[in-house]
């Protein structure tokens, strides 16, 4: 937990849209680097956050199984059918999480980037991996 008299750890990053493939791997190579420069190891539920411009937020995480996480608002819902087409699944989940292979990060980015006000690299947030692996 970080004590309320410190001054935040991360600050929201007003959003550059990402347009070319480029673009993305330069974003998840800086992405990576912020990651390791200031999650400490002992913190768990890192990632980052996007807030979108109309509204709601996506939580993402990518797992050392080759998953990619999100966590996606109820503010957020309305995103669902381009998450669908970037992804290219068939339906949505039944709940807030998503669960997909890392090779879809790509086009994600991409699909997402415009509607993306801003960035975050977030902290202890649970994204429910208990729950989808049947640990609870």
């Not at 990053?13 to 070319?20: K, N, R």
Request: proline fraction near 7%; charged fraction near 20%.
């Amino acid at each position: 937990m970080q004590d309320n008299q410190e001054p935040p750890r991360f600050r929201p990053v007003p959003w550059s849209g990402l347009e070319t493939l480029a673009d993305v791997e330069l974003w998840i190579e800086e992405h990576n680097q912020a990651l390791q420069q200031h999650i400490r190891p002992n913190e768990t539920g890192y990632g980052v956050c996007f807030t979108l411009a109309e509204g709601g937020e996506i939580y993402l995480q990518t797992t050392q199984d080759g998953h990619l996480v999100l966590d996606v608002t109820e503010e957020a819902s309305w995103v669902a059918p381009l998450i669908m087409a970037a992804a290219r699944v068939q339906e949505a989940p039944p709940g807030r999480l998503w669960v997909l292979p890392d090779d879809k990060l790509v086009q994600l980015m991409i699909g997402l980037s415009g509607l993306i006000a801003s960035s975050i690299l977030v902290v202890g947030h649970n994204f429910g991996l208990r729950r989808r692996m049947g640990a609870w």
